[in-house]
Every structure is written in structure tokens, then in C-alpha cells.
């Protein structure tokens, strides 16, 4: 047969766009995947003009089986129906199906296979070229054909996508195979054309998998609207009815509906206290291990081994969705319940965990039996030797396997996982049925008890407010306390009631006791020592209660039960009775008739009277302190009035200070210029001394030489008294002395004087703070002589308004611009004397211009940071390491107190939160950096005192 004639004269008729536009309007009038199949088979194999084409579906165990075909004129035998074992495809084979969308086309007659791949395997990225690739073919391929009796294929992947998922991987769904019992070769444009049509074939199959998808939630859906009628809507609970239709729906061969005991004082559950509905086959209690009775009062869900089997743990809350259990006979931790199926077909388990708003109420259980299964295979093959040999015969060969489990699937355990919840809602709403019946049944009884309760409060409640109107009507603890045991003694009906004060760590006597009847009194009484425990005191002093319903059967020790014998006490109530955290001692009931058993409320009551004497107690304590304390504090008063008016004297030198640093600044340069002409005039009085000594020395040499002056002149000493001249001159001059060294030291005085800052802070521009810092000291920085002054270099940033103590921090400008001229003098002073002894010229200096650098500029976007450098001396690093030191100077005496730098640092850093420091070197100058926070709510961390010998 000439099968490419044929071809040619079909091509006008049958192309490309004809067939998949056919196959297309076939998918979208249908969405049955067996109608969709069965066509596509029929439209490839006319295209192609082959004898047989089929679509081979692969099962989950990589076996595979035909599920559509196509043949011509019965030329090769139908193959549909027919299983292949999974080793018929290799691995590797399926894998290039997978990744590279290989077709395989195979020539028998001539031993080649074609590969044309879409895809690369190793990045899954399209390829550019489709073209088929020949080589030989495997003989064990070729017999496998040879055996089928075809001698030419041609096999196209079908994969399937999960069009609800972009993320999900494509898998491999089946193969289309077309089959020729003669030599026939594939051209590229058929492959093309067959390629187009399977794509189509996986839109198919993707919209097929979703319309099951949702005929399975709607199947499901119907079911649990079934059985939520059964549970919800009928006037009563269906649970038996509910449960026979989840079994049905399950195909199940039996089921089990386990209800816990809802009573919150039962501690083991009993048959009267579960419930549990039956249906179909059930399992036999009766062969349990032995030694594990427990199944004879329990039913099975209670059994210890049920746990492991359902998979649930109620305390660790756990395992909450079902446990599915395909077969009991191989399933771990099984053994013993699998036991109790053995005389049935069951194999397979699924239990559902009730819980409902995380309270565990049973177990819904679904058994199913076991099946068997037929397999129809492609001849009858070996399972341990059919990879070594291939097939000679591929007749169908009929496989039967009886007493095999089903696993449950996926859409089964997520029904049963809706149904448990409907049963989980049903089961809550009949034991809250239950327990407003059995509330119903008890109300009369419980009124009455709760009446009962009620008068029984009313009466402690008496009692409370009589001690508690005691305790405010007077401060006497005797009274109070007698009150209290009189009281209790009435309202418990008991013989004795008495308080035992601690007179030591476990030692006391009995203070307040009142009685009924003719008991011994026990007033004064001391418990013997050594025969209370001191544990015993520790306990009441935690705030143990004591009870004892009967001496005679106490667990007490011997010299404890004599000492009860002697009171004749036969039960006790004893209650601590605690001032703060210390034992004052104990409020004690004492039954002498007989035996008593002590209830909540009666002790609840004397931990009230107890609380109630500790107030009283306290209360009359404190009162005896009051009247000390009076006394006390009368004396004090006197003392606070002496240190009022201290504290007043003090208060006035700090308004006369803080008035008096207004001045500080001002009186600064003012006394700058009166120190010029007062230091003229210091330093020439020495001159003035010296050169009237030298005159009246003289004078004296004349008169010792020329005892006989002149008439005139004698005259002219008498008018002048020249002895008193000569006296009253010397003392002159030392008054005048003293006086320009006094008004030098008021003027050192006012120069080193810093007023007070004001108590607020308020936004300020720094650079006007700078500026008048400046003015007041130009003085300092004009020219002089000896040198041509101090140049200033301002490197102002943009700066916003700084919340701060102005104040204070010019004060820190002033102290820290002060020492940088003062270091500035002092280097000229210092380069002045090494030139060569030229002290009074001005040459050497030329290359020298002493500076200031004041630079700022806003960092961090919170703080502002002021730099004040000088280009002197610099420091050394013992220097630099104390200059924060209170009272440290190294300036001469008379010159520093030590407190400017001191002083300034506690004003950035305490009071503006800020940091100050220090950065110096020998022969490089020193940098003051000042930084502090914008605004005073963004506080920075205190910074620390920083000195650095350079950075």
C-alpha cells in the first residue's frame, strides 16, 4: 500500500487548521473526556492513514491502560480495556515524556527511532528547532513491536495542567499512540499537526478534571446537606439515622457513633454515661489481649490501644482530622483492635475526632470491607522476569486478587471531615439539651439549697457588719477581739471559740476565748513547747488553714492529741490571723460534744473574721503609735520652723544671686576696662615706693653732711613738717598699695562671676547666642601689644530655632571661648620667649596668626553640634584627662577657679542631655564639640565625658 499517495490526496481535504478546528469545536460542544477521546482518535488516525490509533492513560502505580482506539478495518487487534505493566515504559523513557515533551517515532523494518523533543529536560525552556532525530532503535523496543505485529510507531505525550493552580507542575497524564503493520514514515508536519491536537487533548483533560472536581464538591455538598438534616433540622436528633446514611455514602460494611460522658463531675466514663450508636458489622470486644478487661465495662473507644489506632490525643490537642487506616492488618499500632475484626471482612478504618469549639465529645468511625480486584492485562506476563525478555504475546490475560484494601481517598476523607463537624454540632447541642433537662429536674432542689446558702450568707454577713461597726465604734482590740470570738461562737453553733496570740517565733498563750456550756476555759493557756512542728507556723504564716473533723482519727502527733484531750476538743477549725506578712496568731473553733465536718462558707466566714481582727489589731497599733508619734512630731515642728526660716534666708541669697547674674556678663567687660588703668597704677606704685626712699635717703645724706641748712630751708621744713612728711609719705603709699590690690581682686572677681540660668527652656537662635558672646569678649580679641590680635572664623550651618537654657549655654561659650584665648596668649607668650630671648619683638611671630574656628551644623536630623576649635598650644593627655575635674586649673593662682569647664559640662549634659567633648593634641590646638538634642520631647542619652588625644 502506498500510504504517502494517500496522504497526498488527502492533504487538500484534511490539513492542519481543518483538523484542529474540528477537534477544538469538539471540546468546546462537549466536556465529556471519553466523547473528546474517542473522537480525537478517530480524526488522528484518518489524518495519518494509519491502522491503529489509541490513547494510553497512565495509573497512579505507573501502569497504564487503554481507554480509547481507533482501528482500520480491524487490520491490527483492539488493545482497549487492556492493561500494561508499568515496566513496559522505561523510567527514563516517561521522564523525556515529561521534561521534554519527546515523540518517539519507531521503523522497525529499518531498526531506527526517531526523537523530536519541544522542550530541553534540563531547563524546560521551549527549543528552537523540532526537527527529528534518528538512531537505532533497541532491540528489545523492536521486539516488543514486532511481537504486537506493528512495524512502524509514532507516540506523542499528553500531559495534564491544573488550571486552578499556575504554580503546579505539569504531569504526566497518558500517550497517543498510533500503530501501522507496515513500514510508514512520519514527516515533521505531521508531528506538528499531531502535537497541535494533543494540546488540545490537555485543554480536555484540564476542563474535564476540573467539571469532576466539581460534580465531587457538589456530590459531597449534597451529601452533608443530607445528614445536617438528619442532625439539625427534625424535631429530635437522628443521630442512629444520620449515622446509617454517612455509613451508606462511605459504602461502608459498618459504623460506630461515639458520644463522651458530658457530666463535669464524672471521673471515669461508664456505659450509663457514653452513648453510642451502632450500624452494620461491629467489632468483637470479646478477643481483646489478654489481661486488658477494660473492654467489659468501656466500649472499644475507650480501650487504652484506641488512641494510637485513631491517631488523637485530647490533651496535646492533636490530631484533629481523620485518621484513614486502608488496612488494620498492616497499619502500626494496631494490632489489638485490628483483633476484634478478625472474624470479619473489615480492613479498612476511618475515624473522625469530634471536637467542637476545642472540647473533645467522641468519635464518628466508618468500617469497610476488604474487595477483590480484576485486572484485564495485555498478555499474561512475569513479574520478576519481564524487563530481561520481551513479550511475545499481548492477548488479554485476566489477573484476580481477592482480600484486598481500598485506600481512602483524599475526597472521602475530606467529606468525612465535614460530616464530623455537622455530627460535632449536633452532638453539643443535645448534650447542652441534656444538661438543661437535668437542670430542670434539680431547680426545686437547688433553690431550696441555694436558699439555704443564702440565709447562711445573710447571717455571716450580720455577724461581718456588727465586728466591722465594733471596730469603727472603738480602738480597744480587747473589745474587738472579744466580739469577734463571741460572735463566731453564735453563727457556728460551736462549744469553744478562741484567738492564740504568738508571744515568740512559735510560742503564745490564749488571749480572748468565749464559751458554751460548762467547758473548761482555757484563757491564758500556753501550748506546750516542742510539740508543735515549727513547719506548722510557716504554714499558717502562708495562709494555711487548719482542720481537724476528728481528734480520735487525726494524723497528729501524740503530745498534739494530748494537749486537744485536755481541752477536750474533738475537732477543730483554726485560721490565721496575719498583720502584713507576719503570724500575730490564730482564730480557733473548738467542737467539744463531737466530731464535726467543717464547710467551705463556715470556713470562709472565719478567714473573714480573721481579716477583720488583723485590721482591728493593726488599727489599735497604730493608734498607740499616733499618740507617740504626736509627741514626736511636736518637737519636730519646732525644728521644720528653724529650718523654714533657713530655708527663707536661703531662698533670699537665691533671688539676690539670681538677680545679681543678670549682671554678670556686663560687669565682665566693664571690669576689663577698669582693670587696665587699676594694673598701671599697681604696677607703678612699687616704682613710686622705691624712688621715694631713694629721695629720702638722700635727704638724710644732706642732713647728715649739712647739719646747718639754710635759714629758708629750715623755714620751709618746719611749714612742711617734714617729719611727718617723711612718716605720713611711706604710709601713704601702702594704703595705696593695698587699695589697687583690693580693686584688682574685685575685678577678677567680677570677671570670673556666672549668673544663674533662667527654669524654662525656649527655642533660640545659637548663632545670636555666639554673636554676644563674641561682642563681650572683644576686648580680648582685638589687637594688643605684642600681637595683632585673635582672627575668628565662623563656619555657621543652617540651624532652626533650639529649645535650650540660653543662658546657661552662652555661659558655656563664654567659659570655653575664654580658655581658648587664654590658650591663644599663652602660646604667644610661649613663641615669643623661644626667639632666641627677642621678648619684646614682633618678627618671629609673623607666620604665626592665632585663630578661632567656631563651626556649626545639624546632625542626625535631631541634634545641633557647635565646635569651637583654637590652633594653640594644645594639651598633653594628663591634662586632657582631667580637665572636666572640678577645681582643676592650670593657670596660675589667682588666675582660675577650676569650675568653668566643670560648670559647663553639667550644663550640656545634664541639663540639655546632650554630650561635650574634648579633642587636643601637643603642638595641634584643642576642639571643643557641643552636641544637643533640637527639641527638649527628643532627648539624647546623656553622653559621656569624651576626651581624645586626637582623631
Not at 502535537?195 to 465531587?216: E, F, K, M, P
Not at 479498612?348 to 470491607?369: A, M
Not at 539624647?940 to 565625658?945: C, D, K
Request: proline share 5%; with cysteine.
Amino acid at each position: 500500500m502506498n500510504l504517502t499517495g494517500k496522504n497526498q490526496e488527502m492533504q487538500p481535504g484534511i490539513n492542519q487548521e481543518a483538523l484542529l478546528r474540528r477537534m477544538t469545536n469538539r471540546i468546546r460542544q462537549s466536556l465529556e473526556l471519553q466523547e473528546i477521546l474517542t473522537a480525537t482518535v478517530a480524526e488522528i488516525r484518518d489524518f495519518l492513514a494509519t491502522d491503529r490509533v489509541m490513547v494510553y492513560r497512565f495509573n497512579r502505580d505507573n501502569s497504564g491502560e487503554v481507554i480509547a482506539e481507533s482501528i482500520d478495518q480491524n487490520r491490527l487487534p483492539s488493545l482497549k480495556g487492556l492493561n500494561f505493566p508499568a515496566d513496559d515504559i522505561p523510567p527514563e523513557a516517561r521522564e523525556l515524556f515529561l521534561l521534554a515533551r519527546q515523540r518517539t517515532i519507531v521503523d522497525v523494518a529499518r531498526q531506527q527511532i526517531g526523537l523530536s523533543r519541544l522542550d530541553c529536560p534540563e531547563t524546560g525552556t521551549p527549543l528552537a528547532s523540532e526537527n527529528i532525530c534518528y538512531r537505532s532503535v533497541d532491540p528489545c523496543h523492536a521486539a516488543y513491536l514486532t511481537a504486537m505485529g506493528v512495524q512502524s510507531s509514532f507516540i506523542v505525550p499528553i500531559l495534564h495542567y491544573d488550571i486552578g493552580n499556575a504554580q503546579a507542575k505539569p504531569q504526566l497524564w497518558g500517550l497517543l499512540v498510533s500503530h501501522h503493520s507496515e513500514q510508514r514514515s512520519i514527516s515533521e508536519r505531521e508531528v506538528e499537526v499531531v502535537q497541535g491536537v494533543v494540546d488540545q487533548v490537555s485543554i480536555a483533560i484540564a476542563q474535564s478534571n476540573l467539571l469532576t472536581c466539581t460534580r465531587s464538591r457538589a456530590s459531597r455538598e449534597a451529601t452533608v446537606n443530607q445528614v445536617a438534616t438528619l442532625l439539625h433540622d427534625e424535631p429530635t436528633i437522628e443521630f442512629q439515622a444520620a449515622l446509617e446514611a454517612t455509613v451508606a455514602v462511605f459504602g461502608g460494611a459498618g459504623g460506630r457513633l461515639y458520644i463522651r460522658a458530658n457530666s463535669p463531675e464524672s471521673q471515669v466514663e461508664t456505659p450509663t454515661e457514653v452513648q453510642v450508636y451502632t450500624c452494620g458489622v461491629q467489632p468483637d470486644l470479646a478477643v481483646l489481649p489478654p489481661g486488658k478487661d477494660l473492654a467489659e465495662v468501656i466500649p472499644i473507644e475507650g480501650h487504652p490501644d484506641w488512641q494510637t489506632a485513631s491517631g488523637y490525643c485530647e490533651t496535646a490537642k492533636r490530631g484533629i482530622r481523620p485518621r484513614a487506616i486502608a488496612d488494620l492488618y498492616k497499619e502500626a499500632g494496631c494490632d489489638a483492635i485490628a483483633s476484634t475484626f478478625a472474624g470479619t471482612q473489615i480492613r479498612g478504618l476511618l475515624v473522625v475526632p469530634l471536637e467542637y469549639r476545642q472540647q473533645f465529645l467522641g468519635y464518628l468511625s466508618i468500617f469497610r470491607n476488604e474487595i477483590d480486584t480484576e485486572t484485564l492485562w495485555a498478555g499474561q506476563f512475569d513479574p520478576d522476569g519481564r524487563q530481561q525478555f520481551p513479550r511475545l504475546s499481548f492477548e488479554a490475560w485476566r489477573q484476580l486478587k481477592k482480600g484486598q484494601a481500598r485506600e481512602w481517598t483524599p475526597e472521602e476523607i475530606e467529606l468525612a471531615t465535614a460530616l464530623g463537624n455537622q455530627f460535632a454540632m449536633a452532638v453539643q447541642q443535645h448534650q447542652l439539651y441534656q444538661q438543661v433537662q437535668r437542670l430542670n429536674s434539680n431547680l426545686e432542689l437547688l433553690v431550696q439549697k441555694r436558699t439555704a446558702q443564702l440565709q447562711q450568707s445573710l447571717d455571716f454577713a450580720r455577724v461581718l457588719k456588727q465586728v466591722t461597726d465594733q471596730i469603727r465604734s472603738t480602738l480597744d482590740s480587747k473589745t474587738i477581739l472579744q466580739t469577734i470570738v463571741r460572735e463566731v461562737r453564735a453563727l457556728l453553733d460551736t462549744d469553744r471559740v478562741l484567738i492564740y496570740q504568738f508571744t515568740a517565733e512559735t510560742h503564745g498563750e490564749v488571749v480572748v476565748e468565749a464559751i458554751a456550756g460548762n467547758w473548761p476555759s482555757v484563757l491564758g493557756l500556753k501550748a506546750p513547747k516542742d510539740c508543735f512542728p515549727s513547719e506548722y507556723v510557716l504554714n499558717y504564716k502562708n495562709g494555711r488553714v487548719g482542720t481537724i473533723e476528728d481528734t480520735a482519727n487525726a494524723n497528729i502527733a501524740s503530745c498534739h492529741l494530748e494537749f486537744l484531750q485536755a481541752m477536750q476538743v474533738q475537732a477543730d477549725l483554726i485560721v490565721p490571723i496575719k498583720r502584713g506578712d507576719e503570724l500575730w496568731g490564730l482564730l480557733i473553733a473548738h467542737s467539744c460534744r463531737a466530731p464535726r465536718v467543717w464547710t467551705a462558707a463556715e470556713i470562709e466566714v472565719l478567714q473573714q473574721l480573721a481579716d477583720q481582727a488583723a485590721i482591728a489589731i493593726l488599727q489599735a497599733e497604730l493608734y498607740e503609735q499616733s499618740r507617740d508619734l504626736a509627741l514626736k512630731e511636736q518637737a519636730k515642728a519646732k525644728q521644720l520652723e528653724a529650718a523654714l526660716d533657713e530655708l527663707q534666708h536661703t531662698q533670699s541669697q537665691l533671688i539676690q544671686t539670681e538677680k545679681m547674674s543678670s549682671l554678670g556678663q556686663l560687669v565682665a567687660g566693664v571690669a576689663h576696662e577698669i582693670n587696665n588703668p587699676v594694673n598701671f597704677i599697681s604696677g607703678n606704685i612699687n616704682y613710686a615706693s622705691e624712688y621715694t626712699q631713694d629721695l629720702l635717703d638722700l635727704l638724710h645724706l644732706y642732713q647728715e653732711y649739712y647739719p646747718e641748712p639754710h635759714p629758708e630751708i629750715r623755714d620751709r621744713i618746719e611749714e612742711i613738717e617734714l617729719d611727718f612728711l617723711e612718716e605720713d609719705l611711706i604710709k601713704l603709699l601702702t594704703s595705696m598699695k593695698v587699695g589697687t590690690d583690693r580693686i584688682r581682686q574685685l575685678v577678677l572677681s567680677l570677671r570670673n562671676f556666672s549668673r544663674l540660668d533662667e527654669s524654662e527652656r525656649k527655642p533660640v537662635d545659637i548663632h545670636e547666642g555666639l554673636e554676644s558672646t563674641l561682642l563681650i569678649l572683644q576686648h580680648r580679641l582685638k589687637p594688643k601689644a605684642g600681637h595683632l590680635g585673635i582672627q575668628i572664623i565662623k563656619d555657621y550651618g543652617n540651624l532652626p530655632p533650639v529649645e535650650c537654657y540660653a543662658s546657661q549655654l552662652n555661659q558655656v561659650f563664654m567659659n570655653i571661648l575664654s580658655n581658648a584665648i587664654d590658650a591663644l596668649e599663652q602660646s604667644l607668650s610661649t613663641r615669643r620667649h623661644s626667639l632666641n630671648g627677642q621678648t619684646t619683638d614682633n618678627r618671629g611671630l609673623t607666620n604665626y596668626t592665632p585663630k578661632i574656628q567656631i563651626r556649626t551644623e545639624v546632625i542626625e536630623r535631631e541634634k545641633v553640634k557647635i565646635s569651637i576649635a583654637d590652633n594653640g598650644s594644645g594639651m598633653p593627655s594628663h591634662v586632657l584627662a582631667r580637665i572636666f575635674d572640678p577645681f582643676f586649673t592650670t593657670k596660675p593662682v589667682g588666675q582660675g577657679t577650676g569650675l568653668g569647664l566643670a560648670i559647663s559640662y553639667q550644663i550640656v549634659v545634664e541639663k540639655h542631655k546632650g554630650s561635650l567633648k574634648c579633642l587636643s593634641e601637643p603642638g595641634r590646638g584643642t576642639e571643643f564639640q557641643i552636641e544637643i538634642p533640637l527639641q527638649a520631647s527628643a532627648l539624647a542619652s546623656p553622653g559621656i565625658r569624651h576626651i581624645s588625644a586626637g582623631e
